[in-house]
């Protein structure tokens, strides 16, 4: 069975400030996938990223930097310089070799104050 | 455009009535899926399906039911015997094929509310 764990509940910022969420898995699998994605307050879920668990290389995209590591079974996800669009529920969520589910950690709301 | 919609967004129940929310894919995704979402709370599956004229239950499906007569279309029916139907009900679809390592893309969301 696949378990996330996301342990902010809510996390408060002012704009410009940097924010790290994180997110920790449990799986028996040698491979899988791990997503992170956004749900601002439309609704919707915005896919942000996909990682497999034989790629420990971190990855950036623009504000947005995520830090896997498999010693400590995490997918951790930092915001730089935080603005106000960035307010929305963030989830971490993963994926078996041979799931087609995804288990999602319960979200970290984000709040960017201006 | 390519995507996911889903329909109506906003919809009202009597207590004992069916209702069907609609949900179709222009994608060309094999896999859609079901999820229901509360209140500070992660999304939990209800259905879904891999193929066309196949489906799954997920971790929550009593009180549902689904069909997948047509590769674009998933839809879902709350039935009476759902005792707490109100919630955000997401669709989602994945491909091509159905893979694991495949992210899933989400529609906007129907929210259903029992008076």
């Known amino acids: 069975a696949q378990k996330v764990t996301q342990a902010q509940t809510e996390i408060s910022v002012v704009e410009k400030e940097d924010v790290t969420l994180d997110c920790v898995y449990e799986t028996r699998d040698t491979t899988y996938y791990l997503f992170w994605y956004k749900q601002p307050p439309s609704g919707e879920l915005v896919f942000l990223i996909r990682r497999n668990s034989f790629d420990e290389q971190n990855e950036i995209s623009g504000r947005y930097s995520w830090n896997f590591q498999k010693s400590t079974s995490s997918f951790n996800f930092t915001i730089t310089a935080s603005q106000v669009v960035d307010s929305a529920v963030y989830f971490c969520?993963?994926?078996?070799?041979?799931?087609?589910?995804?288990?999602f950690g319960a979200g970290t709301t984000v709040t960017v104050r201006a | 455009d390519g995507g996911i919609t889903q329909s109506p967004k906003y919809l009202f129940r009597k207590e004992g009535q069916n209702v069907t929310l609609s949900c179709e894919q222009n994608l060309n995704h094999d896999a859609m899926y079901w999820y229901r979402q509360d209140p500070g709370q992660g999304l939990r599956l209800i259905y879904y399906?891999?193929?066309?004229?196949?489906?799954q239950k997920g971790d929550i499906a009593e009180g549902y039911s689904v069909s997948r007569e047509k590769k674009e279309s998933f839809p879902l029916t709350v039935t009476s015997a759902q005792k707490n139907p109100t919630a955000f009900y997401l669709c989602a679809s994945k491909g091509p094929g159905a893979g694991a390592h495949n992210e899933q893309f989400f529609g906007p969301g129907t929210r259903l509310t029992v008076l």
């Open positions: 969520a993963l994926s078996g070799s041979n799931d087609y589910k995804l288990s």
């Open positions: 399906s891999q193929i066309v004229n196949d489906f």
